[in-house]
């Protein structure tokens, strides 16, 4: 299966090279580019960025002058991909590239449109996460399937794999909007098929969390948006 990787990145100088490194060697001898969205970083992050653009596989998409935007940095990866597979992921360490190859295989085996790593918030702790964000994940993730049905265990989700197909079909009906296109894909579309495959959310060891109280405001509104657009 050929793969693009879309990464996108704010101020993860710390992080991004060794990302790279992991997703390499967990990918030896298979078919697959890395396309880095940055997200106007000020850590640093453009220099590292640099050297890692002359290695073969990967490009760098720099998102200067714009507002900050993770769904909108996911749709612009998604614009220059070049295989038919895309695979989204943290750009922090979050999400470990072991868990790459059990996604692609999920995919393979039920012939689904979309795999999400999803992570377990009722048996198993996040250890990156406060009780007060899994507590708060876990309702919005239930208010979340009960208004559009469960299609996954985890929407919230930040890594995942799907069909590029899913992307061209529904881009004109996105929200692109906030932090969580994964929900914005899945539920734009009511026939897309999706499995889950369980995973373990590394803690962050270097850098700082991007969430805050906005993410909510934009998650309600996005809700509204979705509920006016239902067909």
Request: proline letters at 1%; charged letters at 30%.
């Amino acid at each position: 299966m050929n793969l693009s990787i879309i990464i996108p990145i704010l101020n993860e100088k710390k992080n991004i090279s060794l990302l790279v490194s992991k997703i390499a060697l967990n990918l030896k001898n298979k078919k697959y580019e890395i396309i880095i969205i940055d997200d106007s970083s000020t850590d640093g992050s453009e220099k590292i960025l640099l050297s890692l653009s002359k290695k073969k596989r990967i490009r760098i998409i720099f998102r200067k002058n714009k507002i900050r935007d993770l769904s909108k940095s996911c749709r612009d990866g998604f614009e220059k991909t070049k295989y038919n597979n895309i695979l989204v992921m943290d750009g922090d360490l979050q999400h470990n590239p072991k868990y790459i190859l059990k996604m692609i295989k999920q995919m393979r085996k039920y012939n689904c449109d979309c795999v999400v790593g999803a992570r377990d918030l009722i048996n198993s702790r996040v250890k990156s996460l406060s009780i007060i964000r899994q507590i708060a994940s876990y309702i919005l993730i239930n208010f979340f399937n009960i208004i559009f049905g469960k299609k996954t265990i985890d929407p919230m989700s930040g890594f995942f794999i799907f069909k590029k197909k899913i992307y061209l079909k529904n881009k004109n009906v996105l929200f692109l909007k906030g932090f969580k296109i994964l929900a914005d894909l899945i539920y734009s579309n009511k026939n897309i098929s999706v499995k889950d495959i369980l995973i373990k959310f590394d803690y962050r060891k270097k850098g700082e969390s991007k969430l805050n109280f906005k993410i909510l405001i934009i998650l309600i509104h996005y809700i509204f948006f979705r509920i006016m657009n239902k067909n």
